[in-house]
């Protein structure tokens, strides 16, 4: 299961980092 979230993961970074990074963020909090 963690193996797939990892792989859509590194397919939104391909697509679009900005967002990843506003993802992260929320996490992070």
């Known amino acids: 299961m963690?193996?797939?979230f990892?792989?859509?993961l590194?397919?939104?970074m391909?697509?679009?980092p900005a967002r990843?990074?506003?993802s992260m963020q929320?996490?992070?909090q």
Do not use: N
């Open 2 to 4: 963690f193996k797939k």
């Open 6 to 8: 990892k792989d859509k």
């Open 10 to 12: 590194t397919e939104e």
């Open 14 to 16: 391909k697509q679009s």
């Open 20 to 22: 990843l990074q506003a």
């Open 26 to 28: 929320q996490l992070a």
